[in-house]
């Protein structure tokens, strides 16, 4: 992995900055906090310099002689946040989520001063996970500050994290008629057309975005999704905005382009079984192929339904099926009952059932079938394809610039972080078993405590 480039030292997509060159100081003191500024500054002085648990209390006793002190309920809402952070208490940082609250129904606080008390309440709400309640924070903030174009570009984001894209979308469709240059706006806005599969309305938002240099816009999913857009476009110049993203420290490589990494594994698109040290599963995967193949195919005619398609609109075109036993490193008890010989087998390879990041499955894909070039999300495993039952011909597999085609009965194995893509042109249906496997490098440590996906 190389080093992240200073982000400001690209020419190549800088353009001249808009707007107001320096942000203006917030206003904190309202009139009567104006009074009491010597005492407001002294009991900040103890936060600054960390000394929480005595601001907390400089901030109270503030309180209890000026309960109408805005700015005074706001430094006990922070001093409380910090607490919460030195002592890891979600319990404290439920009190400072809710003294943020009090600020806004204060008598007459600045406006900046309700901003920052809300945006910062929604942000730690957020934090815990309570992403309703953060978003209707940011709602009545909106409903407060209508034109403020920072809130409603939260508030977006809120949406997204509830998954509520239509919302998001509104919201973001608002922004650009209040704020035509937003760049926050417009990847965010390009993000949600691309979900939607509006590949090419996409690509002018994800671009004009990332191009503005606006803050919040240099994220690895944008580069992610506008090359991906533009490669289903047929347009070679996704591989300009990959190679951005890879300068910009997103992406190990223009390759290589999860973005759920561990740095420093080894790197390549293909593998030998010998260079993962997983002999012994390749070996009882060889071994066994036709006993695998044989219950993935009676599941095939008894259970067809048991087949789910492929739901990551990763096609083309085509019918592609996947039946899986072991995801994020949990079995699929209900699975293993149509093919228990199968499932047996792996009882001796916790490099695989334990693997957190990835699956164990059968993969069936059927003529006419086209998978787009794309990217899985982690560099943590290594993705093996057994062949079972392998056309002639017509059937291949590109991983970078390598295009491979499976054998039956043999393993191949690659590393699915790096750009793969399938082509099924044969005239009959193709079946393989995939089984993924912890990246070799990983210590047991990291198998034990990596977060699943
Ligand atoms: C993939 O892992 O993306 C595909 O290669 C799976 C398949 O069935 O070919
Ligand atoms: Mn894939």
Known sequence: ????????????????????????KPKLLNKFDKTIKAELDAAEKLRKKGKSEEALQAFTELLRSYP?????????????DDLAEKMRSNEILQTAISTYGEVADMPNPTADLVKLALKRQANRQQFLGHIKRSVMTLQKLVDRYPD?????????????????????????????????NDGFAKVHYGFILKAKNQIAESIP???????????????????????????????????????????????????????YNVNGLKAQPWWTTKETGYTELV?????????????????????????????????????WGQFTLWQQGRRTDKSCKHVPKTCALFEKFPES????????????????THVWPHTGPTNCRLRMHLGLVIPKQGCRIRCAND????????????????????????????????????HPELTPHQRRTLSPI
């Open 283 to 319: 070996k009882t995967l060889e071994r066994n192929w036709k006993l695998i193949r044989d219950e993935g195919l009676a599941v095939m005619d008894k259970e067809r339904g048991i087949f789910l398609p492929e739901d990551e609109n990763l096609r083309e075109k085509g019918d």
């Open 1 to 24: 992995m190389t080093a992240v480039v200073d982000k400001r030292s690209d020419s190549e997509v800088k353009k001249e900055k808009k707007g107001p060159a320096k942000k203006k």
């Open 68 to 80: 109408q002190s805005p700015r005074a309920k706001y430094g006990k809402a922070q001093s409380e």
């Open 148 to 180: 403020d174009i920072s809130i409603k570009n939260e508030l977006g984001v809120g949406y997204l994290l509830l998954g509520d894209n239509n919302n998001a979308m509104n919201v973001y469709e608002e922004v650009l008629v209040l704020a035509p």
């Open 205 to 259: 938002y994800l671009k004009e975005g990332l191009l503005s240099g606006d803050p919040g816009t240099d994220d690895g999913r944008f580069y992610f999704h506008l090359g991906d857009a533009l490669q289903r476009m047929g347009d070679q110049e996704a591989y300009t905005w990959y190679e951005l993203g890879h300068k910009r420290g997103h992406f190990a490589s223009v390759w290589q382009r999860s973005l």
């Open 353 to 368: 059932t334990g693997c957190k990041r990835g699956q164990i499955k059968y993969s069936i894909m059927h003529p006419g």
């Open 403 to 438: 295009t491979r085609e499976w054998k039956e009965g043999k393993v191949i194995i690659f590393d699915d972080s790096f750009e793969h893509e399938v082509w099924q042109d044969a005239n009959s249906y193709r079946l393989i078993f995939i089984v993924d496997v912890w």
